[in-house]
């Protein structure tokens, strides 16, 4: 089992930044990548960025170049820095943990953070 707490989340103008914290606990040891996703009213869950355990990183072209997934092991925690807000980041934002127990990956998230961009 993976718990999953986000904090950082809040109201911004657009052009304004703010720094999303998702802090782990539990199988820290199976986790083989971790994530940020995020979901508009009535949109779809999306992949915002993403980190693996190798520290590679993986963006979804709306925030390659403003948003930056960082993650401190001995804090077990993973950031994301926003940058350039727009209106259009305004989601849920949800922490998300994929573990691996052979031959299984399964998906942890937390009980997500909202992020409000005002105009």
């Known amino acids: 089992q993976v718990q999953l707490v986000e904090s950082g989340g809040g109201l911004v103008q657009a052009g304004g930044s703010l720094r999303l914290s998702c802090t782990v606990s539990?199988?820290?040891?199976?986790?083989?990548?971790l994530g940020w996703y995020r979901q508009a009213p009535g949109k779809q869950r999306e992949l915002v960025a993403n980190?693996?355990?190798?520290?590679?990183?993986n963006y979804a072209d709306s925030v390659k170049g403003r948003f930056t997934i960082s993650r401190d092991d001995a804090k077990h925690t993973v950031y994301l820095r926003m940058n350039s807000l727009k209106p259009e980041d305004t989601a849920v934002y949800y922490c998300?943990?994929?573990?691996?127990?052979?031959?299984?990956?399964?998906?942890?998230w937390g009980q997500g953070t909202q992020v409000t961009v005002s105009s």
């Open positions: 998300n943990a994929v573990t691996r127990v052979d031959p299984y990956d399964y998906d942890y």
């Open positions: 539990g199988s820290i040891s199976i986790i083989t990548g």
């Open positions: 980190i693996t355990s190798t520290d590679t990183t």
